[in-house]
């Protein structure tokens, strides 16, 4: 008896442009384009195997060893559906294929960090399972074909389907087939940018990615002007920094889209607080470190982006990874860098390019 079962991992990606806010919240169309670095394999990621097997009753989900509802018409079952009907085209062109899409589906997932803490859980985790399936399945299909499948579990998930950076363009059809990601430049062409991911607290955050989101579409006028008059200009302006290696550039895009996603958490009714006073305490680290270099005639030497939770993220050239983390350790002395990257901010150095 044969048996069917793949396994694909995929790594999170951290947005610098940041994508808050859904113009329709079942197909995950967002109200604004986004743009992201995707992290290397070897740290933050998300390992998923599927095994199709006739003698399967329904499909089923284990997330890190327990079991997860896949509910009729959730986004589970719409990814684990796409996915199916994409096999289904395979095994109409070929009658010898073995025909799985007929069979139910057993996903077995781990992350190997925190999820559902602001580190992108949502993210990694839709990709590894929908590039698990596109294994089982041995689709033809482009990372950007199965970004759209992606998207439709988690809309950040769409991203983590490239390595590098990533911009994921929302476009304006109504049926969602141009709201996919695209890369702007591989990891190779800016190798020189690395992550330091700093982890402030791993709890599951207080409300998740998705009814924040909804409940800033719904009450906030900030969120109105963010997206029409802001983000088209900076993912132009990033994307030119990203394809220029301008860091200082990018950095300020960076901090700036960071800060105004924030503020727009605030804007809120009634408000979120994803950032706690540790947050705080690095941005105003980072903004000090780089004030100095400033004053000295320099650039922008490290770049702070928190996504939905109080978890930092600093982008920075290789070269002053040393001294930011030195600084982190100084000024935070319960950071434990490498030792223990999730308790209390652990600090654990990942690039988007090779391990520091
Ligand atoms: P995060 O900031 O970690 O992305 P979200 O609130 O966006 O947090 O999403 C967390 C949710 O994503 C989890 O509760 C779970 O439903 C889903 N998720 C996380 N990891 C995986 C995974 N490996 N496979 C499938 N779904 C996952
Ligand atoms: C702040 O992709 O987790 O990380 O589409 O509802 O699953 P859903 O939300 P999700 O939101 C991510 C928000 C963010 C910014 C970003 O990654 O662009
Ligand atoms: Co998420």
Request: overall charge neutral; some cysteine; glycine content about 6%.
């Amino acid at each position: 008896m044969a048996i069917y079962q793949a396994t694909a991992s995929a790594p999170v990606n951290i947005a610098c442009i940041k994508y808050w806010g859904k113009r329709d919240t079942k197909l995950i169309l967002p109200t604004n384009s986004s743009l992201s670095v995707t992290l290397d394999q070897d740290h933050l990621r998300s390992t998923t195997t599927s095994r199709a097997d006739p003698s399967f009753e329904k499909d089923r989900l284990w997330l890190n060893g327990s079991e997860e509802e896949i509910k009729d018409g959730g986004r589970l079952a719409t990814c684990i559906r796409e996915m199916k009907s994409l096999r289904r085209e395979v095994e109409q062109k070929n009658p010898n294929e073995p025909k799985l899409s007929s069979f139910a589906v057993h996903i077995c997932s781990r992350n190997n960090f925190p999820t559902a803490a602001g580190l992108a859980s949502s993210a990694s985790g839709f990709a590894a399972l929908v590039s698990s399936l596109a294994a089982l399945y041995k689709l033809p299909a482009t990372p950007s074909q199965l970004s759209l499948i992606s998207r439709q579990g988690s809309g950040s998930a769409c991203r983590s389907l490239f390595g590098g950076f990533v911009a994921w363009k929302m476009g304006s059809a109504s049926d969602g087939s141009d709201s996919l990601a695209v890369e702007v430049a591989p990891q190779s062409h800016w190798p020189d940018i690395h992550a330091l991911i700093c982890v402030v607290s791993d709890d599951k955050k207080g409300t998740s990615s998705t009814s924040g989101m909804q409940r800033t579409v719904e009450t906030s006028p900030l969120l109105q002007h963010r997206i029409k008059h802001v983000v088209p200009e900076r993912m132009n302006a990033i994307s030119e920094a990203i394809l220029a290696k301008d860091f200082d550039t990018f950095a300020r895009i960076t901090m700036q889209d960071s800060n105004q996603f924030h503020a727009v958490c605030l804007d809120t009714d009634p408000p979120i607080f994803y950032m706690n006073d540790v947050s705080r305490a690095i941005i105003a680290l980072v903004t000090e470190y780089n004030r100095l270099s400033v004053e000295n005639g320099g650039k922008l030497k490290a770049a702070y982006t928190y996504d939905a939770g109080p978890n930092a993220v600093i982008y920075a050239p290789k070269e002053n990874l040393k001294e930011i983390i030195s600084m982190v350790v100084k000024y935070f002395p319960q950071a434990e860098p490498f030792k223990d990257p999730f308790g209390l901010f652990g600090a654990q150095s990942v690039g988007a390019g090779s391990v520091v």
